[in-house]
Nanobody, 115 residues
Framework: QVQLVESGGGLVQYGESLSLSCAASGFTFSDYIMRWYRQAPGKRRDFIGHITRSNNTNYGESVKGRFTISRDNAKKTVYLQMDSLTPEDTAVYFC?????????WGQGTQVTVSS
């Protein structure tokens, strides 16, 4: 079955960087668009960005220029590099894929940015 497992979250200081990973299994990873979302306490889950099969990327306005999504098809892993972090980036971060019309999510990884 489809599984997504995020890792790499933690506590960082204002202005620092952090890299998240999402390991995928149960589907042909290289064939699918992979997405990242985040959800802050009491807020809706927001789109961060996605990466296509051909490595084209698209980002939400709040992270454009600071976050970078990449993928390693051999490792079946998608990455989220986050730079210039601020406390407003504090959230649980999720990766997501839609396979045969069904949405799958990882369990999320907490990122906390202190001021």
């Amino acid at each position: 079955q489809v599984q997504l497992v995020e890792s790499g979250g933690g506590l960082v200081q204002y202005g620092e960087s952090l890299s998240l990973s999402c390991a995928a299994s149960g589907f042909t990873f290289s064939d699918y668009i992979m997405r990242w979302y985040r959800q802050a306490p009491g807020k809706r889950r927001d789109f961060i960005g996605h990466i296509t099969r051909s490595n084209n990327t698209n980002y939400g306005e709040s992270v454009k220029g600071r976050f970078t999504i990449s993928r390693d098809n051999a490792k079946k892993t998608v990455y989220l590099q986050m730079d210039s972090l601020t406390p407003e980036d504090t959230a649980v971060y999720f990766c997501q894929v839609t396979v045969r019309g069904q949405n799958y999510w990882g369990q999320g990884t907490q990122v906390t940015v202190s001021s």
